[in-house]
């Protein structure tokens, strides 16, 4: 008798809103106040990346990550979580940050090149962000393990792309939230492309979500240009959290229509005709045509909608571009509870050489060039 | 001649050593079709195919940990982590067995692999993207670190570590990558490892310093050369092996020291120079050795990279101190 080795099955994709915005699943229980909230939340994101993105273009503002095409992944996740519940993010989340209540300003202000900008509002359960890829999963579950020990109520939700998908943090990370059973939901942006590399050069799996079954808990499927199939599937994953059945992995299929980073350029890796077929794809249109065929959406209601955010965002780039400059201190600060001595020696002399300064390097020439 | 900037000059480099021997291979994120994203590895997956140019998964300990096998099997790769800062995952790779092999096995295996990285700051990046922690690569047994400032050394230094028996880390300063051209030989040069360059003589200071501190030191020679200061630079080029005759001999002849360095003060390279200067050249010396440094915190976000880095300024002010003494 013969051995046979099989590629495991992938699950389902699980849609409700179709491209073109025909609803195709069951439709969530949702008032008309939380649909317009999912709309707005996911309409300023999206101007307020619009608006990043030309002020990089202009030189004020450093390089960063867009989120286009993401919102209905970002969105539909956040509006499921509770306020007592904990988001651990990775990098390209704005429109997360915004509706879990970090400002616009602040964001702006962190990709301005200010590290104030990574502060958290008071009452608001999010861990900053975390550059280097997937490190931050096994925070999530170190919270999430700490729930459970506290018994409080709640649970947390990390959020990262498909390149994490490749990195030891994040199976050690799935790994340990199974053998724990702890209340953490991890949420993949499969935006299908990091930087240059696509999914099927990042993995030999179908889905990521299938990469849940090793671990011992669910993975779930989703359209994540599908607002409502996001919330959905994050809803139910938390709320499994929540009552102690342990981890979810949800895959949120998506696209990122713009660049991995400002100094990042797709046009050298992928097709025109690959994004144009993801724009008709497109979140926000699929979810506007669902709103206007219930009568939620009108021509009024999204000039309001342009207006308000036109405002918001003008008021964040002016609070962020008229913060006051650091000072030295801000350097050296925070990194222990009591500043040590010989880092406060570092301090002073820093601020005496910067009071004391009288060769501008720029204006320095090497006479014979360099050798 | 060709004028190349760095960039080309590794490009270069890459391109000859992989057409003279069909081992030398590149692997790493966005190496293949983006050609990098520095395009450090440009026209290479079109001239040498998918199986000795590949866009790996993203996962450095990964990324090394497969170059490992690729060299104990015979091949030579040329690894890439993005940026230092996301290093750190393979540092376990690096430490506990690419440095350890040929000892382990007494010899038996070795492992000549390449891993190139860009470093440093300066160039108004995101977090993580600016670090300079070439002195705890330095610090592991078994491991060479190399540290071109120019598009020559780049080139020549980049060939004999592909060329290297032993695993080589080769760190590229990214604010030098397109700062200035200089005339390169288009053909197959060599630079020796571990043998440090006299960029400029001069008689009352050695300054020391390796990757993107090496124009500043000339510049702050340049600018102290108005004061009847005579400053000798030394650019390492390679931190280990440490090429300790070079920056003594002219010990011998200045008696003062000052190391330059991108990383925070606390155990840099520098602490390494300065000890083995104290240890063996204290009756040269008129003054104490001296640094000028970075500090001790987390590269910071680009609105305060300016203090983070020493500048001409800071560098001028430490050589007055020393000539002063």
Sequence with gaps: ?371 | MTEMNMVGAINDALHLEMERDDDVMVLGEDVGVNEGVFRITEGLLDKFGEDRVRDTPLAESGIVGVSIGLALYGMKPVAEVQFMGFMWPAVDQLSSHASRYRNRSRGQYNVPMVLRAPYGGGVKALEHHSESFESVLAHIPGLKVVIPSTPKDAKGLLISSIRDPDPVVFLEPKKLYRAFKQDVSEEIFTEELGKARVVQEGEDITLVGWGAMVPKMVKAADHVSGEGISAEVIDLRTIYPYDEETVHESLRKTGRLLVVQEAPRTLGFGSEVVSRAVKKEMLSMKSPPMRATGFDVPFPLYKMEDWAIPDVDRIVKKIREAIGW
């Design chain 1, 1 to 371: 008798m013969g051995i046979e080795l099989e590629k495991p099955e992938s699950p389902d994709m699980i849609q409700i809103l179709d491209k073109d915005g025909e609803l195709v699943g069951e439709e969530p229980d949702m008032d008309e106040e939380t649909l317009k909230e999912m709309y707005w939340w996911m309409f300023y994101a999206r101007k307020a990346d619009e608006k990043a993105l030309k002020m990089q273009r202009q030189g004020r503002m450093g390089t960063f990550a867009p989120i286009e095409g993401q919102e209905a992944a970002q969105i539909g996740a956040s509006v499921a979580m509770k306020d007592d519940d904990w988001l651990v993010p990775a990098f390209r989340e704005l429109g997360t940050y915004l509706e879990r209540g970090v400002g616009l300003e602040k964001n702006y202000q962190y990709f301005m090149g200010d590290v104030r900008g990574n502060e958290i509002p008071e009452g608001v359960n999010n861990l900053p962000i975390a550059v280097p890829v997937s490190t931050q999963i096994p925070h999530a579950v170190g919270l999430a393990w700490a729930m459970k020990i506290k018994g409080d109520e709640g649970a947390v939700l990390t959020i990262f792309g498909d390149g994490a998908t490749s990195e030891g943090d994040f199976h050690e990370g799935l790994n340990f939230g199974g053998v724990l059973n702890v209340p953490v939901v991890f949420f993949c942006q499969n935006n299908q492309w990091a930087i240059s590399v696509p999914l099927e050069k990042q993995t030999a799996s179908d889905t990521i979500a299938q990469k849940a079954h090793a671990y011992g808990f669910p993975g779930v499927y989703v359209d994540g240009n599908d607002v409502l199939a996001v919330y959905e599937a994050t809803k139910t994953a938390l709320k499994r959290a929540r009552e102690g059945k342990g981890p979810t992995l949800v895959e949120a299929l998506t696209y990122r229509l713009s660049m991995h980073t400002t100094a990042d350029d797709p046009t050298r890796y992928r097709s025109q005709e690959e994004l144009d077929e993801w724009k008709e794809k497109d979140p926000l249109k699929r979810f506007r045509i669902y709103l206007k065929d219930k009568g939620i959406w009108t021509e009024r209601w999204q000039e309001e909608l342009e207006k308000k955010a036109k405002k918001k965002i003008d008021e964040a780039v002016k609070a962020a571009e008229s913060i006051e400059e650091h000072s030295v201190e801000e350097m050296f600060e925070h990194m222990f509870s009591e500043m040590p001595k010989d880092m406060r020696d570092q301090m002073e002399y820093l601020k005496r050489s910067l009071e004391e300064k009288e060769i501008e390097e720029e204006q320095v020439e090497i006479k014979e060039g360099f050798p």
